[in-house]
């Protein structure tokens, strides 16, 4: 490797500690991060951190087979989609352990979501409505 690439890594990495936040690199200040949100709310963040950490790799494990199928020839068989199906019920799994988290309720998570598509589409998608929002509308 050239001293020139070296350094720009070295620099790289130096930039990124310095735009690091403090919880990120230090076990206690993670710790302290982690009491302030249990003391200021009703959050576990214990099952908060294990639902976004297992949403997070379970939808990769998803995506993986959709893109082997998409793009690397993966066929559409019946043990495929049958990985697909086991690898939503742990995304299902670690969703709901996502709102045991936040203390809400699942229907109500689902009924909002539902709302929330209908005032942005109405009855049918157009891809306008998906670009341009409306204030607030997330």
């Known amino acids: ?3 020139e690439v070296k350094d720009f890594f070295i620099t790289y990495s130096d ?10 690199m230090d076990l206690e200040a993670l710790k302290a991060s982690l009491n302030d949100i249990e003391s200021q709310s009703d959050i576990k963040t214990p099952r908060l951190l294990t639902a976004a950490l297992g949403l997070g790799s379970e939808a990769g494990e998803f995506v993986e087979i959709v893109k082997k199928m998409i793009l690397q020839g993966k066929p559409a068989s019946e043990e495929n989609i049958f990985h697909m199906k086991r690898e939503l019920g742990d995304i299902m799994w670690y969703w709901t352990t996502a709102c045991a ?3 809400l309720d699942p229907y109500e998570v689902i009924s909002e979501n539902q709302a929330k598509l209908e005032a942005r589409y109405g009855e049918k998608f157009e891809v306008q409505r998906s670009e341009i929002r409306k204030e607030g509308d997330l």
Not at 15 to 24: A, C, L, N, R
């Open 15 to 24: 930039f990124v500690t310095k735009v690091t936040s403090e919880p990120s």
């Open 101 to 103: 988290s936040l203390g």
């Open 1 to 3: 490797m050239s001293k």
